[in-house]
């Protein structure tokens, strides 16, 4: 696939994503420009991730991307996919809610800090940081204080 057409479907993706509705708690801290490539991937990712869209959700990763959680280290697409639809079963479209309180872009690295409730977990405090390399998740790290119901 042609570097066109792997921006074009990029931008196809990212406009089809939802526009998510994420609650900023401390607007000093959103460093985000408008038009940020990084933040519309970042956006799409997480929009993804609301509609549990896993199949959009992994168009942000490739097979070198690494994944890093409290828990494991999650390297390549399958292992990837593999945590993503272990977690989305606890985030159902309907009945979930989730807020972002930080969001901060410094060149190719993004930090965010969240909060969600859903009918079967309650994370107080859930934060990722996303190194995006050509336009896709490089490398990832997530960490949150799950309390399941």
């Given at each position: 696939m042609s570097t066109k057409n792997a921006e074009a479907e990029m931008q196809e993706q990212t406009d089809r994503a939802t526009e998510i509705s994420l609650t900023i708690s401390d607007s000093k801290d959103?460093?985000?420009?408008?038009?940020?490539?990084?933040?519309?991937?970042?956006?799409?990712?997480l929009g993804s991730f609301q509609k549990n869209d896993l199949k959009v959700l992994m168009t942000d990763y490739?097979?070198?991307?690494?994944?890093?959680?409290?828990?494991?280290?999650?390297?390549g697409l399958a292992e990837i996919e593999l945590f993503f639809k272990g977690l989305m079963q606890h985030f159902p479209v309907e009945g979930s809610s989730f807020s972002l309180d930080k969001f901060v872009i410094d060149?190719?690295?993004?930090?965010?800090?969240?909060?969600?409730?859903?009918?079967?977990?309650?994370?107080?405090l859930g934060t990722d940081t996303f190194v995006i390399k050509n336009n896709k998740i490089a490398q990832q790290t997530f960490a949150g204080d799950l309390r399941f119901l």
């Open positions: 959103k460093k985000v420009e408008p038009g940020n490539v990084i933040a519309a991937i970042i956006s799409r990712h490739t097979d070198d991307s690494v994944f890093i959680t409290q828990t494991e280290t999650y390297k060149k190719d690295l993004a930090y965010i800090i969240w909060h969600a409730k859903t009918p079967s977990l309650v994370i107080p």
